[in-house]
């Protein structure tokens, strides 16, 4: 079967300093991504030799290895591309029309999704028994995913090499 790689990052890994060290996003990169590679294609490897064995007693966990690795792998691969140097400006076109549909402009979104991710507090303003004043963190949260989803037009590129 064809294996994955660790797709080279789109910038030098001091290009993101100060705000990302060189050693922790060398670090998250060169260890923790490729872990992600290296389970995939050991996975693909072992999926291989049970369908050869003709011996599927073993083929759900892998599936859930595959799953677990894969998704890894793709989500990291879409990390590295969604950081830049020049990053840290407004979005435009759909994203920003959605985000403006939802929450009213960036600011409003920004705003919400830091006070919904300070760490500690995942809960900001008068508080209720439950400690929360509403149920703002689970609707910013969701709020967004829906902004993003709706936003989205591009399709996943395979990193997998032939």
Same mark, same amino acid.
């Given at each position: ?108 979104? *920004?705003?919400?999704? /830091?006070? @919904? #991710? ?5 809960? $900001?303003? +008068?508080? =209720?028994?439950? %400690?929360?004043?509403?149920? *703002?963190?689970?609707? /910013?949260? @969701? #709020? ?5 989803? $709706?936003? +989205?037009? =591009?399709?996943? %590129? ?5």
């Amino acid at each position: 079967m064809p294996a994955y790689s660790l797709p080279e990052l789109p910038y030098d890994v001091a290009a993101l300093e100060p705000h990302y060290p060189a050693e922790i996003l060398a670090l998250h990169h060169d260890k923790h991504h490729a872990g992600y590679v290296t389970g995939l294609n050991t996975t693909l490897d072992q999926l291989t030799e049970l369908r050869e064995s003709g011996n599927y007693g073993g083929l759900v966990g892998l599936e859930k290895t595959m799953a677990f690795n894969l998704s890894g792998h793709i989500l990291h691969s879409l990390f590295w591309q969604n950081l830049s140097p020049d990053g840290g400006d407004k979005p435009v076109g759909e994203l920003a029309a959605a985000l403006d549909e939802s929450f009213g402009s960036f600011d409003a979104f *920004r705003d919400q999704l /830091t006070q @919904a #991710t300070v760490l500690g507090e995942p809960c $900001r303003g +008068s508080r =209720s028994a439950d %400690g929360c004043s509403s149920s *703002r963190s689970t609707t /910013t949260t @969701a #709020t967004s995913a829906s902004a993003l989803r $709706r936003s +989205s037009s =591009s399709t996943l %590129g395979s990193t997998r090499t032939t």
